[in-house]
């Protein structure tokens, strides 16, 4: 089991809050949502696209580890992943119940864009919004499975071979349900190419006057050139363009995060992940 830290004291609680209420809207577009006990349990509407539970809004109380046992067993009736998602300021409680049942508990730095930061796109990149009928929305998504398989900021021996070989083998209809939202502005999908194909992507999923920054990631081969931070920067302008005024993301640790306040990220709460161990 991981260990949890202390959840930062919130400077703004209502920021938290309102985080929190978009953390719980923004599912409901892509999963129905289903109350077990103290969570909400969203199930995927579309194939491939997986949920989690969270806690039920508004309010917090305390949980115990039966309350996380119920859910869990309701999740394996109806065969959804074991995760739960929350923020810790909202639920303190929560953390050490998801420990007591057995899951294996990541606290995860949430962070809100604070200031606009220039950022330089290299040389022979381009940087561009994609279309619902773009080609390269089959690269976003392989290029992201393969960035987070193989997690952290260091350049690893995955590049455009893996890519591309994954990408003759995905099934187009995989990306069906992506294509829906990006046609209707449920999404807004970002990537950064080279003249071989996409090295690095990204998104966005607004919803009223907030979104959340998701999937940054890079093909391995290509980190440490900026890639990822020119993708947030221009997932950033896209958000402002359109009138939001709340940019969040989570970062996957605190290296990773640490890349988000170079760019105009400020850390404000705690995610909690927890899954069953592998």
């Known amino acids: 089991m991981t260990a949890v830290p202390s959840p930062i004291v919130p400077a703004n609680l209502s920021l938290i809050e309102r985080i929190d209420a978009y953390l719980d809207q923004a599912p409901r577009s892509g999963a129905d949502a289903i109350q077990q006990g103290p969570f909400t349990l969203f199930v995927g509407k579309a194939d491939g696209w997986r949920y989690y539970a969270r806690p039920l809004r508004p309010g917090q109380r305390d949980f115990t580890a039966e309350d996380v046992q119920l859910l869990r067993a309701k999740q394996r009736a109806i065969d959804v992943p074991e995760t739960i998602e ?47 009928d773009d080609p390269a929305i089959k690269a976003h998504s392989v290029v992201a499975q393969l960035g987070f398989s193989s997690p952290g ?107 988000y306040e170079r760019v105009g990220f400020r850390r404000v709460a705690t995610a909690l992940a927890a899954e069953p161990n592998e």
Not at 92 to 112: F, K
Not at 157 to 171: C, K, S
Not at 244 to 254: H, Y
């Open 86 to 132: 929350a923020i810790v300021e909202i639920a303190p409680s929560l953390p050490a119940a998801c420990a007591a049942d057995g899951l294996r508990v990541e606290s995860l730095p949430v962070l809100v864009h604070h200031e606009s930061v220039a950022v330089a796109v290299p040389d022979g990149i381009r940087v561009r919004r994609l279309d619902a």
């Open 153 to 259: 900021t260091a350049p690893a021996d995955v590049g455009a071979t893996q890519r591309d070989e994954a990408l003759d083998l995905r099934d187009n209809k995989l990306d069906d349900f992506l294509r829906s939202r990006v046609s209707n502005a449920q999404t807004v999908v970002v990537v950064a190419e080279d003249e071989h194909g996409v090295l690095a992507t990204g998104a966005h999923n607004p919803v009223g006057d907030a979104t959340e920054i998701v999937g940054v990631a890079t093909l391995p081969s290509a980190r440490r050139r900026g890639l990822g931070a020119v993708v947030t920067n221009t997932l950033v302008a896209d958000a402002l363009r359109r009138g939001i005024s709340l940019v969040l993301l989570s970062a996957g640790s605190d290296e990773v995060a640490r890349v």
